[in-house]
């Protein structure tokens, strides 16, 4: 009697541990479904990337539940789906990726509805129509829970690109303000160079005027535009030295 009591009870363990583990699989595929239908709508190769990695993320916690589900179907559409945003990383254009990327989310919309299929299998023989009922609301919530918890996970995704546009806005200033102060010093300092090769009577002296003034760093780096208005200033205090020299003769 206690050996067919442990087995029943051991039997009972393990439908509900496959119930967990289809559960918790459906969470991952729903998830990872909602990043790859982001990564289709992107209007950009970074934005399609960043959703992409998410959704690959997803399908790759997935795996484990799905093994231990038992839903062969919806395990083999994951696997196409990992192996075809793994794809996406290396590519270079927007049309390559998102070849990729329609491709996968068209194999993980299939397994979320193979992992339903599977869930549905599961529950469909049971006789008490309240338990039934019961289990509708259950998933109701849970479905209700998930899309809540989507919509908070796409608001935190829009605040981090909000905050990563106002970081790049920062610095777009910082540069701007960077160059203006350095125009704003070689202007002065020409100034002034020329007022003294004058005040030292150079008369023969060549006006010094700005270097490559034209040139467009607002692409470059802090370091780089630094580097670059430094030497234009040793260029014109040496063009300055070297017309005192020359002056002094």
């Given amino acids: 009697m206690k050996t067919i009591t442990l087995l029943l009870c051991l039997f009972l363990s393990l439908i509900t541990n496959g119930q967990t583990d289809c559960e918790d699989a459906n969470s991952y595929l729903v998830s990872a479904y909602s990043h790859v239908k982001n990564a289709y709508d992107s209007n950009n190769l ?18 484990e539940t799905l093994s231990s589900c038992g839903c062969e179907t919806a395990l083999d559409l994951t696997k196409k789906s990992i192996d075809l945003l793994a794809e ?11 070849f990729y990327v329609n491709r ?14 599977c869930e549905a299998g599961m529950y469909k023989n049971k006789d008490d129509v309240s338990a039934n009922d019961a289990l509708a609301d259950l998933q109701n919530e849970q479905l209700k829970l998930k899309q809540q918890q989507e919509a ?19 610095l777009k200033l910082k540069k701007q303000q960077l160059i203006l102060s350095y125009k704003e010093a070689i ?15 150079c008369n023969s002296h060549k006006a ?15 370091e780089n535009i630094k580097t670059y208005y430094n030497s234009n200033l040793k260029k014109l205090a040496s063009n300055y030295i070297s017309q005192l020299e020359v002056c002094d003769k």
Avoid: M, P, W
């Fill in 152 to 170: 908070l996970k796409q608001k935190e995704e829009q605040i981090k690109l909000k905050l990563a546009k106002q970081k790049e806005d920062e």
């Fill in 104 to 117: 996968a989310r068209n194999a993980s919309k299939e397994s979320v509805i193979e992992i339903d299929k």
């Fill in 46 to 63: 970074s934005h399609l990337k960043y959703y992409s990695s998410r959704s690959l993320e997803s399908l790759e916690l997935s795996i």
């Fill in 187 to 201: 202007s002065s300092n020409i100034i002034n160079y020329n007022e003294t090769l004058k005040i030292c009577d």
């Fill in 88 to 98: 996406v990383e290396s590519v270079e254009t927007f049309e390559d990726g998102r």
């Fill in 208 to 222: 010094i005027e700005d270097i490559n003034e034209s040139d467009d760093l607002s692409s470059q780096s802090i």
